[in-house]
């Protein structure tokens, strides 16, 4: 549901200015876009008040104000009834306040870092004071910071993609994002947009800069709602946690899974699918054999050439670990995995085979039913 119709500005002209850094030492040019300030068909008195928006995040910048983050794709926004009362008046008439959408609402705790989430699904981050605020420093200081950054946005994409990971698991498409994606905006008095992003990387930053962009033109006509309750439900990371205990990359995996199986991309959907099958199956096979004695054995038991995933599925199903539908689906996912492997067809019914085992494997680990995996069909011609 959308209700932003009627609501787009349609007298007010946009300016983005972009310069250029060097990349790294790498001798690269990399071009960054800042979102400009709406221009208007007539100067700004100066007995006016500015916009709220743009007086907010558009002023000088500060360490204590910045975050870096990235949106939730495809784009969406976090709402309540109380929301809408406090973005359009409580007869949803107007006029509209666009902060309340940059609003942070809610908190994810991923290890040593809070996520913050805003009603736009922006997710945000607060970086240590100890990085410098500007992105180009003199050598050799610059390349050692420059590399410390760099693994902070590792660190801050992972913690992203576990939060991603539990939206998937529990019913919502989101695409997989990595540190590409994550750029540098403002956080004031709780509220926290994107104003600049730049990468070497053709047009990726726009999915950073387009949420912007549009706020700012109230051009967000096309833009569903989802309940807040979402993002709620999904901060206690319940359906993520057991996937982390057996490897720190399978929330990737799963967000990988679950959005190419939506959007057609049935290869990268299978071979995301069984990888986390296989590595939730090696993690039964490693706990099974833990419990066995004498190391010429147990050397054996570790040789993946004599216990296959298909010997391996029949050994912990006679020893109970697992049950015979699970096995069964198991088989059949791996059969459609070597088809494929053997220059078979990536077709539907093998892709979807691999997500419902791998939603079946998910279950199990989890002791709960988390979502099925949807493949959106539809023509608009």
């Given at each position: ?49 500015p ?25 969406r ?16 008439a107007?006029?509209f ?9 809610q ?50 994409a ?20 990595s ?27 726009l ?13 967000l ?37 679950y959005?190419?199986?939506?959007r ?36 054996r ?25 699970l ?38 680990i ?16």
């Amino acid at each position: 549901m959308s209700c932003f119709a009627g609501l787009r500005s349609c007298s007010t002209r946009w300016r983005f200015s972009h310069g250029h850094r060097t990349n790294g030492g790498s001798g690269k040019r990399e071009r960054r876009y800042t979102v400009g300030v709406p221009v208007g068909d007539r100067p700004l008195l100066s007995q006016e008040p500015p916009p709220p928006l743009t007086h907010v995040f558009f002023g000088p910048r500060s360490i204590e104000r910045r975050v870096i983050g990235a949106y939730l794709y495809p784009f969406r926004l976090y709402t309540n009834d109380g929301v809408l009362d406090a973005i359009f008046g409580s007869a949803r008439a107007g006029p509209f306040e666009p902060c309340e959408l940059t609003a942070v609402f809610q908190e994810v705790r991923v290890g040593s870092l809070t996520i913050l989430v805003t009603r736009m699904g922006g997710l945000f981050v607060q970086p240590p004071a100890r990085f410098s605020h500007d992105p180009i420093l003199s050598e050799p200081e610059g390349t050692r910071e420059l590399r410390r950054k760099l693994a902070f946005e590792e660190r801050v994409a992972k913690a992203f993609t576990v939060f991603l990971c539990e939206l998937s698991l529990r019913g919502s498409i989101v695409e997989p994002l990595s540190p590409v994606d994550i750029q540098v905006g403002q956080m004031v008095n709780r509220h926290a947009l994107i104003t600049s992003a730049g990468g070497g990387a053709g047009s990726l930053h726009l999915r950073a800069l387009e949420p912007s962009t549009a706020l700012i033109q109230h051009n967000l006509d096309i833009w569903p709602m989802v309940p807040d309750s979402e993002i709620a439900d999904a901060v206690s990371l319940d359906r993520t946690r057991p996937l982390m205990s057996i490897s720190d990359s399978l929330p990737g995996f799963v967000v990988g899974a679950y959005y190419w199986y939506a959007r057609r991309q049935l290869a990268e959907a299978l071979v995301d699918g069984w990888v986390v099958v296989e590595q939730v199956l090696d993690n039964w096979w490693q706990t099974y054999t833990k419990g066995l004695t004498g190391k010429g054995r147990l050397d054996r038991l570790g040789d993946t050439r004599t216990y296959s995933a298909a010997v391996r599925i029949e050994v912990l199903l006679t020893a109970g670990v697992i049950s015979a539908p699970l096995a069964e689906a198991l088989h059949e996912a791996r059969k459609s995995r070597n088809d494929v492997a053997h220059r078979a067809s990536v077709t539907p019914a093998r892709a979807k085979q691999a997500l419902q085992t791998m939603k079946a494997v998910i279950d199990d680990i989890g002791g709960q039913s988390v979502a099925t995996p949807v493949l959106y069909e539809g023509v608009s011609w």
